[in-house]
Structures are given as structure tokens and as C-alpha cells.
């Protein structure tokens, strides 16, 4: 029987908003970001949607966005495979100002992405193994690490904006990308 994954990214941060490079580091959500994360939390309500299980990564811009989806009313597991790439010496800076633009950089200080991804299998796993077939599952953790691992199985996936989320299928260890939902795009 299929588990159902819905794997959103965290809503906006400090660092978002001043277009920080923020991976390894973290900063809290704004108060767009928090506007955010209860609009998420409304689409699933309204969809009929109930979570079995929740997991996000370790840091606080995504565990304060999964307490916010849930209202505070389901406990959850913290996973350090789901924290957002490390930028090393780019961590912190301003956006505008990166190297690359667009284009990939290897710079020696910063987590490689085969590095990324394989952690996201691993969290991923952890996850098959502690719940049961039928359920939904929440995860919440960050743009980057979300979009490397959702262009495995659909290279179209856009931007990640705040808030958005992919839905898998997982089903006798296959993951089928079930779809893209911006639930959060148009709040203010």
C-alpha cells in the first residue's frame, strides 16, 4: 500500500527577505513567513488532508514552520538529513553577489550535492521505516535540498517558492512525483 509524502518547503525567513545565502545557518521566520506557514496549514485543512506522521529538519525556520502547518497540535521528529545544503564560505552572504548565478560552483568549503541528496534518501528512509503503509506524511525542510531531490524523478520543478511543497507516492520503494502546489504564493 502507498505512504503519501508532502514535502514543503519552510516559510520566509530574515535572511530570505535580505537575500542572504542561508543554508548550514539559520534565522528565524518573518512575520510573511509565519502568514505563510498558516496558509499552508489552512490548504491542507481544506483539502482534507491529515497528517499520520511529521518530521523536519533540525533547524528552526522548519520545525517552526511545521508546528505552524499543524497549529501546535502534532508532535513531530527532527532530522539533521534534512537540513539545507552547507554554502560554507558563502553562508551569510549577500545573494547578489555569489559566483555563481545560476551556474554551478564547486568552492571546497561548500556540501557537495550527490552529498545533499544522498542525505535526503537517508531521512527519507529513516521515515519509510518508522511509518505504515496508507499514511500521510508531513515533512518540512528547505528549497534546495527539496528541489535536488524532487529533480530526480521531475526535472520540471520550478523555483521553490516559500511554503510551496511537492507530493510523492512511495510505494514498495519506489517514489512516484505525484505533484507541485504553491498554496502560499499570493500571501501578503
Known amino acids: 500500500m502507498v505512504k503519501t509524502l508532502y514535502i514543503v518547503r519552510h516559510g520566509q ?3 530570505n527577505f535580505h537575500h542572504k545565502t542561508q543554508g ?5 521566520l518573518t512575520a510573511l513567513g509565519i502568514r505563510q506557514a498558516k496558509a499552508a496549514g489552512d490548504y491542507f485543512r481544506k483539502q482534507n488532508i491529515h497528517f499520520d506522521a511529521a518530521y523536519c529538519s533540525t533547524q528552526e525556520r522548519a520545525s517552526d514552520t511545521l508546528e ?3 497549529d501546535h497540535k502534532m508532535p513531530y521528529t527532527r532530522l539533521k538529513d534534512f537540513c539545507e545544503k552547507d ?3 558563502f553562508e551569510g552572504a549577500d545573494e547578489y553577489t555569489l559566483p555563481w548565478n545560476g ?5 571546497p568549503s561548500m556540501e557537495r550535492d550527490d552529498h545533499v541528496v544522498e542525505r535526503m534518501v537517508n531521512g527519507l528512509k529513516q521515515v519509510q521505516k518508522e511509518t ?3 499514511q500521510n506524511i508531513l515533512i518540512v525542510a528547505h528549497g534546495d535540498i527539496i528541489a535536488m531531490f524532487s529533480k530526480l524523478y521531475n526535472s520540471n520543478i520550478p523555483h521553490f517558492s516559500c511554503c510551496s511543497f511537492v507530493k510523492f507516492l512511495y510505494d514498495k520503494g519506489t517514489y512516484t512525483f505525484a505533484g507541485f502546489y504553491e498554496p502560499a504564493i499570493d500571501v501578503e
Open 132 to 134: 505504515e503503509d496508507g
Open 103 to 107: 551556474d554551478k560552483l564547486d568552492a
Open 87 to 89: 554554502y560554507g564560505i
Open 68 to 70: 505552524l502547518i499543524t
Open 13 to 15: 525567513t530574515f535572511f
Open 24 to 28: 548550514s545557518c539559520d534565522s528565524r
